[in-house]
């Protein structure tokens, strides 16, 4: 049954202009996290997220959200019975929730990834490994994104 | 041109762990920019990147809009054997690059 | 006003006028320094420094013949790692011909279209930063070595000049933030002393690599000034005097910046 609210918004949605609506969704933010929480599901399906085997590293504060480095590395032999089938980052606050996935195997050696992201605000990221026994481990980092002083297009 | 650079080490020992990094030359276009005049510019991005070991794949990544322009993707993989590791990226409107480098395993 | 209101207002006036001048050699710091560490990392690595993806295209681009001459920089200028070694600490240069000075980017076109016969290329398009990010790296680690003569004083004079007026909107002198209150915050980031050591640069706001001009250009945007054409003559004597004001500092081709 559609709620009140979904019917709102969805009218509101209907009525507005692409360009304008994109520029004043009341709702940005809860409808952000709310795609986080789908596409968390998405990847543990009903299984459950523990914390911890992960180890997620982002700078605290960082120079520029346009090239932010994250490292990735989770605890694992990585055998053929025993390693990560796959790893996975979220983030909250960004338009789209999903930033990369990796699938590896026992062949990579370690269960690692570095590479650079782009992180829309100030939020939380979070990393999801993947077991070969079916387990899913998680691990969050905060990060504070400041904004360049001299732009191009100056100040917004 | 499509540029895309690799480093790793010429060889390795047998069962050695090595370390693989990787740039690509991709401006990352996330499909959420709009121009001075209010259009959005359409989304044009690298999607994966595949590492093959003697055509075995040994390592994939997925790429959505919020990796960084010129993705960066730092990984390991086993010298197993000596042989040639390839590298391929693809992605929207036909974006392809690809690279190989020698490796020689004792 | 009160005795208090009196006070400060004389200590601001007495701190305007005190700082001005040159940063002395000793206490010249790279914006290098002000980055975290993993921005310097990415720097430090040339298989991480995304500025190589077109440091690589400038080297392809210097052995590619062209123009109507069908020839290569190469085909006069050799190996740029040696031909090409401590050009760009001396850029920008007196060009006789012109009886001016030339920054690199016009150095490169001069070469195209008068020895290679070939139409100049862009500013700002990625066939001229790249050949201008290799021929800048062959000088990474050397330091910059501006020779000013009698030819080239009225220029550096004019770009010391420009660097000291007050303009745009927000009636801002560069010096009054680079030379005055560098080390400083300004909207979350830190005041850098604004010396150009690693230009063409790979900027994070950018995500690509740009010029010096290209990030003057952003300068004089953010203190809502007229910014002056690619190649502009005001634009070249600001770099001569930038460079100057940078000498003995090492070059850091193809440097990462936020």
């Known amino acids: 049954m559609t ?91 960004n338009p789209l929730p999903d930033v990369v996935s990796v699938h590896l195997g026992p062949r990579a050696g370690r ?14 990221v979070t990393a999801i490994a993947q077991m070969s026994d079916g387990s899913f481990w998680s691990d969050s980092a905060e990060v504070v994104v400041t904004l360049s002083a001299c732009l191009e297009e100056g100040l917004i | 041109m499509a540029r895309a650079v690799v480093t790793l080490p010429a060889q390795a020992k047998r069962g050695e762990i090595i370390e693989i990094k990787t740039l690509a030359a991709h401006s990352m276009e996330t499909g959420f920019r709009r121009t001075q005049t209010g259009e959005l510019i359409p989304r044009d991005i690298i999607r994966r990147f595949t590492c093959t070991y003697n055509g075995t794949e040994v390592y994939r990544v997925d790429l959505h809009p919020a990796i960084a322009a010129n993705p960066l993707i730092v990984f390991t993989t086993i010298a197993t054997e000596t042989g040639t590791l390839s590298f391929q990226w693809v992605g929207d409107n036909g974006y392809t690059a690809t690279e190989t480098a020698p490796i020689r395993v004792e | 006003m009160s005795l208090r209101t009196a006070l400060l207002l004389a200590a601001c006036l007495l701190s305007a006028g005190a700082a001005a001048g040159e940063i002395p050699l ?16 990415m720097q430090d690595d040339d298989a991480t420094n995304p500025g190589m993806l077109w440091v690589l295209d400038g080297e392809a681009l210097w052995r ?18 040696t031909s090409m070694k401590g050009v760009a600490a001396r850029y920008p240069a007196f060009d006789a011909a012109l009886k001016r000075p030339v920054n690199l980017e016009q150095r490169i076109n001069i070469c195209r279209t008068g020895q290679q016969k070939a139409p100049p290329l862009a500013f ?46 927000l009636n801002l002198a560069c010096s009054q933030c680079h030379d005055d209150n560098w080390g400083k915050r300004l909207a979350g980031s830190v005041i850098p002393q604004a010396h150009p050591t690693g230009y063409p640069l790979y900027r994070l706001e950018w995500q690509g690599l740009g010029s010096l001009e290209r990030r003057l250009r952003n300068c004089l945007i953010g203190i809502r000034a007229e910014p002056y054409a690619y190649g502009a003559p005001e634009f070249v004597d600001l770099e001569l005097y930038l460079m100057w004001r940078a000498n003995g500092m090492k070059i850091e081709t193809p440097a990462v910046r936020p």
């Open chain 1, 3 to 93: 709620t009140r609210r979904e019917f709102l918004v969805a009218t509101a949605a209907a009525l507005v202009p692409a360009a304008v609506e994109a520029q004043i969704d009341p709702n940005q933010a809860a409808n952000r996290k709310a795609a986080f929480q789908a596409a968390l599901r998405k990847i543990v399906g009903d299984g459950q997220l523990r914390r911890g085997r992960v180890k997620l590293e982002l700078p605290p504060l960082i120079d520029n959200g346009n090239s932010v480095p994250l490292s990735v590395a989770v605890e694992s032999p990585m055998t053929a019975t025993d390693h990560v089938v796959a790893i996975h980052v979220l983030t909250e606050k």
């Open chain 1, 111 to 124: 269960a690692r990834l570095s590479t650079r992201v782009r992180l829309a605000d100030t939020q939380s």
């Open chain 3, 26 to 41: 000793s206490e010249r710091r790279s914006g290098y320094e002000l980055m975290g560490r993993e921005t310097r990392a």
């Open chain 3, 64 to 81: 590619k013949k062209a123009g109507a001459a069908d020839r290569a920089c190469a085909a006069c200028h050799g190996d740029a790692r």
């Open chain 3, 124 to 169: 700002e398009s990625r066939e001229l930063l790249a050949l201008t990010a290799y021929v800048a790296r062959q000088s990474r680690g050397l330091p910059i070595n501006i020779a000013i003569d009698a030819r080239s004083k009225p220029f550096l004079d004019a770009g010391s000049e420009a660097f000291h007026r007050r303009q745009g909107q």
